[in-house]
């Protein structure tokens, strides 16, 4: 499974952007999608996680202004992302676990069990 995010950009405190991770190769057993965000210096962190069935879960710092959603037609993940802080400037990855039917933050693994995007950069100022 390949995973291509894009959407990051350079916005304006209180500003929006939508990112997108464009899934390919053999994506029929991904269950869980999600976002993770690393700040320079810090841990990565994981912003939100989606599962098959649209179940979603969100880090306590981002909800209420990040949305994210997911098209299976399209295999692609989308996250929304409003009312964004200075605190928000990270580097944006998508992932995806490779097997199982079972979703939440802290689901996805490293490689080679999960699958991850090279990032997306946000930076908000």
């Known amino acids: 499974v390949q995973l291509v995010e894009s959407g990051g950009g350079s916005v304006q405190v209180g500003g929006s952007l939508r990112l997108s991770c464009a899934a390919s190769?053999?994506?029929?057993?991904?269950?869980?999608m999600g976002w993770f965000r690393q700040r320079p210096g810090e841990e990565r962190e994981e912003v939100a996680a989606i599962g098959g069935d649209r179940r979603i879960f969100y880090t306590a710092s981002v909800k209420g202004r990040f949305t994210i959603s997911r098209d299976n037609a399209k295999n692609t993940v989308y996250l929304q992302m409003d009312s964004l802080k200075p605190e928000d400037t990270a580097m944006y990855y998508c992932?995806?676990?490779?097997?199982?039917?079972?979703?939440?933050?802290?689901?996805?693994?490293?490689?080679?069990?999960?699958?991850w995007g090279q990032g997306t950069q946000v930076t908000v100022s």
């Open positions: 992932a995806a676990e490779g097997s199982g039917a079972y979703c939440a933050l802290g689901s996805i693994r490293n490689p080679p069990l999960g699958y």
């Open positions: 190769g053999s994506t029929d057993g991904v269950y869980c």
